[in-house]
């Protein structure tokens, strides 16, 4: 069986190749440009959600050192006081809070 041959015309393709170096190049700088602004916008989205996760984690800590406050306040039948400290938008809130227990329920209301 005879394969068919093909004819390759070797000078109009190195012609082709030399014409399409410039195109190229330029693609390649234009998708390097394009995946360094997906990067930084990735970058910044994390860095804010880094930042709002750090927030969220302190006032976390802040809720379970008051919740820990009132749960260890003295139940006897007897009034206890606590006072929460809340930060919101950059301002403290003090909270005096009274408990007392009841068998088998404590209450907590607002001084």
Do not use: W
């Not at 014409?19 to 700088?29: A, D, M, Q, W, Y």
């Not at 008051?66 to 930060?87: P, Q, V």
């Amino acid at each position: 069986m005879d394969l068919p041959k093909f004819k390759v015309k070797t000078k109009s393709a190195v012609k082709t190749l030399k014409k399409s170096k410039g195109e190229t190049l330029i693609e390649v700088i234009v998708s390097l440009v394009v995946i360094l602004i997906l990067l930084a916008s990735v970058t910044s989205i994390l860095q804010t959600s880094i930042a709002f996760l750090s927030a969220a984690r302190e006032n976390s800590i802040e809720m379970e050192q008051a919740s820990k406050n009132i749960e260890g306040a003295n139940h006897s039948g007897e009034k206890s006081t606590a006072n929460i400290k809340i930060s919101y938008a950059g301002k403290q809130i003090d909270i005096p809070l009274t408990s007392e227990k009841q068998s088998p329920f404590i209450y907590f209301y607002k001084k």
